[in-house]
């Protein structure tokens, strides 16, 4: 059963242009959420996060929302640059050790 | 220092040979864990080490073995393995619960079964 789905597979955006990704969950007992990147054949690199409690988090070029009305959260990339190309995975937490993942969105920065 | 390392990279192994895969962290991690991925795949969990003690296994077949031998290592043993068992293998270690969720993964290793 995915708890955590990223309906997009896959992202075009123009280099210097704001990159949007979005996420969705199901588990309401969710109380933290994670974006990942990832480049192939490495290991996923940890970006950004958000508490529950909070309705944005802002690091650098990386902006996450979070709606819990709506049980959605986004990334926001503002600009994009070509080494973002990469791809991305939701994740969410329920103080139990595990993460749950979407099935990621691959994001492509054209020059 | 958000540094986890694994050894080795690459690895290539047949059905009947016994292999071991390395993760270290020098973080102050207390928790750390096995992850398989597949290709275009998210990370699935296989266990969960907290304090050096096993609390998570994902009912992971028992041709996979972890070992947690210090805070800062941990060693997944690898015996009679299918095909169907080549991945990615990811290591990765956070806070214990209560003290901060982020988990930082490790390179991995790329696991060749024939």
């Known amino acids: 059963d995915q708890q955590v789905k990223q309906n997009s597979p896959s992202l075009s955006v123009q280099e210097g242009r704001i990159s949007i990704l979005n996420c969705d969950y199901t588990?309401?007992?969710?109380?933290?959420f994670l974006w990942y990147k990832k480049y192939p054949a490495e290991g996923p690199t940890f970006l950004i996060s958000?508490?529950?409690?909070?309705d944005k988090n802002e690091d650098g070029r990386f902006t996450v929302f979070l709606n819990k009305s709506a049980k959605h959260l986004s990334l926001h990339i503002v600009p994009s640059q070509p080494g973002d190309s990469a791809v991305y995975f939701c994740?969410?937490?329920?103080?139990?050790?595990?993460?749950?993942f979407g099935a990621g969105t691959t994001v492509t920065v054209r020059a | 220092d958000t540094e986890v390392t694994q050894t080795p990279k690459h690895l290539v192994m047949g059905m009947t040979n016994k292999k071991s895969l390395k993760c270290e962290q020098h973080?102050?991690?207390?928790?750390m864990y096995w992850y398989k991925q597949k290709a275009k795949k998210p990370p699935e969990l296989m266990f969960v080490?907290?304090?050096?003690?096993?609390?998570i296994n994902e009912s992971v077949p028992s041709r996979f073995s972890p070992e947690c031998p210090n805070s800062s290592l941990l060693n997944l043993h690898l015996h009679a393995l299918q095909p169907e068992d080549s991945a990615l293998y990811l290591c990765?270690?956070?806070?214990?619960?209560?003290?901060?969720?982020?988990?930082?993964f490790g390179p991995g290793t790329r696991l060749t079964v024939t």
């Open positions: 973080m102050g991690h207390r928790a």
């Open positions: 588990n309401s007992m969710f109380d933290y």
């Open positions: 990765a270690s956070s806070h214990p619960i209560g003290q901060g969720y982020e988990q930082y």
């Open positions: 958000i508490s529950s409690i909070k």
């Open positions: 994740a969410a937490e329920n103080n139990d050790y595990k993460l749950s």
């Open positions: 080490y907290s304090y050096e003690k096993l609390s």
